[in-house]
């Protein structure tokens, strides 16, 4: 497959397979080529007749009335670009920094940044070759842009600073000259467009938006198994209830679980379940044989999963329109001959999504702790052991010894918390900078790597629950899972066997962490990320 950069066209699912796929074809299009000459064309023309345009012929921000000579305006640019390596914390993923890089040569590539198009077909080279910039993840507000990461991506394009290479990391000049690559010479608004852009925190919410699609469908097969589990009523998930309240994500779900146990001999129709209990006589009192009606955490988990889906639907729409957008300032209409200085590298949008993003997937963990709490706990998990330990004899020499899931519930528990600690909004963190000229920000990058750091919480909360699920159908019996969720099973008993004693089980996360990610499970169940 080519992806195909044209600054119209990128997908969403485009972004998300060069970031994780390195060897994925990419080409610029003629048109976006012819597009980005024409407005580097108009640029010099409004250059030539010497009147000030912001950041080509203009200091920056706040010092726009600094106005420079047209034959200063190279030197400028590479200024810019040294005085905003100041970026501080862990070097960004290489798949954030591969999403970066094609974000933002697809933004330069709509053709109204007044750039070389020899620097788009320049990101795409380093994309093909995998030198990648070392991306400090700290230090942007998200407007005016992402200045201070895109800088690191700008400096590696004019042959300075730290690339990763070959696994390593080394100076860009000499990995440059080994793979025959000169570093470009900056013209005005080079530099300005490389930086002055949402393409950094754009490319964390697209990564976690794509991972938060995975576990919409994920936290659909955990509430079955979990169901099956407690010996759960499929009937909370009867098209009737959801109909009357149908929310497009909320019917989803609720459609998956209906699926997913419709032939389970553990969570039962609630007809079935209802005739379990006995007739009561006139004046009687009586409990039930078997509940009729699950806890919350079971029973509204299609309200909250839906509330995932649902926000995805809307997220990524705005992050389908930020890809394929100019980010930058100012802006060249080649159709009118004009030059037009705004705002488009606000990233509010991105900022807004991406703290939405984080309260729903927060909420996802939460609810996935609390089921696993329902499993674990001989107070709520109908017959089950205590923590999920093997049935023993009492004269068992390990009688009283083991514990089970005890510590993993307390680490899905402090992960679930740490998850929900971090949802607060960082977009209403708006601090003035830059002498009162950013006097509004969006910060969209802290809100993007929230929103990741989140979606990998909530994904190992997930792991853990699966374990713990598996556990407990091997105590309750596998033979009466559904066709649907015994592969899911089965698939991670290939590599995670029953916890049979007490062991280390941090190792059983990530392996099942792994699995999640590749999408095996949601494969397994008949899923996909879309939730169908």
């Known amino acids: 497959m080519t992806v195909v950069v044209d600054g119209h066209t990128l997908s969403l699912a485009d972004v998300q397979l060069v970031a994780r796929q390195p060897t994925t074809s990419l080409q610029a299009s003629e048109q976006s080529m012819a597009a980005a000459q024409q407005s580097r064309e108009l640029k010099e023309r409004l250059m030539a007749d010497r009147l000030p345009i912001y950041g080509i012929t203009t200091g920056f921000g706040d010092s726009v009335t600094s106005q420079i000579a047209p034959e200063k305006a190279a030197d400028l640019q590479r200024n810019l670009i040294r005085y905003h390596l100041n970026g501080t914390g862990s070097a960004a993923p290489e798949e954030v920094v591969r999403a970066t890089m094609l974000i933002r040569a697809n933004c330069l590539a709509r053709g109204h940044s007044g750039v070389q198009p020899s620097i788009v077909e320049r990101l795409l080279e380093l994309l093909r070759q995998g030198v990648l910039p070392e991306i400090p993840e700290r230090g942007s507000v998200g407007a005016s842009g992402d200045l201070v990461p895109l800088c690191y991506l700008a400096s590696v394009v004019i042959g300075e600073g730290p690339v990763r290479y070959g696994g390593t990391v080394r100076d860009a000049a000499d990995v440059l000259d080994e793979i025959g690559l000169k570093p470009i010479v900056l013209e005005a608004k080079d530099g300005l467009g490389l930086i002055n852009g949402t393409s950094f925190s754009t490319a964390y919410a697209v990564l976690a938006a794509g991972d938060a699609a995975q576990l919409a469908a994920i936290t659909d097969i955990c509430t079955a198994l979990a169901s099956e589990a407690l010996l759960g009523n499929r009937g909370h998930f009867d098209p009737f209830i959801h109909q009357q309240r149908p929310h497009p994500g909320q019917l989803v779900s609720a459609a998956n679980l209906r699926g997913l146990l419709a032939d389970s001999e553990l969570a039962l129709p609630h007809s079935q379940i209802v005739d379990m209990n006995d007739p009561l006589i006139v004046g009687g009192h009586t409990h039930t044989n078997r509940s009729i009606q699950d806890r919350y955490s079971i029973r509204c988990a299609p309200h909250v999963a839906g509330v995932l889906r649902d926000t995805l639907t809307w997220v990524e729409t705005w992050l389908d329109t930020e890809i394929n957008s100019s980010t930058d300032n100012p802006l060249f209409d080649v159709a009118s001959g004009a030059v037009h200085s705004g705002g488009n590298f606000y990233a509010g949008h991105v900022a807004q999504a991406m703290d939405s993003l984080k309260v729903a ?14 499993m674990v706990d001989e107070k709520f998990n109908n017959g089950l052991t205590p923590n999920l330990i093997p049935r023993r004899e009492g004269d068992h020499w390990e009688a009283g010894l083991n514990h089970g899931f005890k510590g993993m519930q ?70 009466q899972m559904s066709s649907r969720t015994h592969p899911v099973y089965r698939q991670i008993r290939r590599y995670v066997p029953f916890a049979d004693t007490d062991r280390r089980m941090d190792g059983d996360i990530q392996t099942v962490v792994a699995l999640i990610k590749s999408g095996a499970l949601v494969a397994a169940a008949g899923l996909d990320t879309a939730g169908s």
């Not at 997937?361 to 329902?374: C, G, I, K, P, W």
Request: glycine letters at 4%; a negative charge; proline letters at 1%.
């Open 361 to 374: 997937v927060s909420s996802v963990a939460d609810l996935l702790d609390r089921q696993l709490e329902l």
């Open 410 to 479: 307390i680490a899905a528990s402090a992960l679930a918390a740490e998850a929900l600690k971090g949802s607060g909004p960082a977009s209403t963190f708006s601090r003035s900078t830059e002498a009162h000229n950013q006097d509004k920000v969006s910060m969209s990058a802290i809100a993007a790597r929230d929103a990741r750091l989140i979606v990998t919480l909530t994904r190992e909360v997930a792991a853990i629950h699966l374990l713990a699920a598996c556990q407990a159908l091997d105590l309750r019996g596998v033979e």
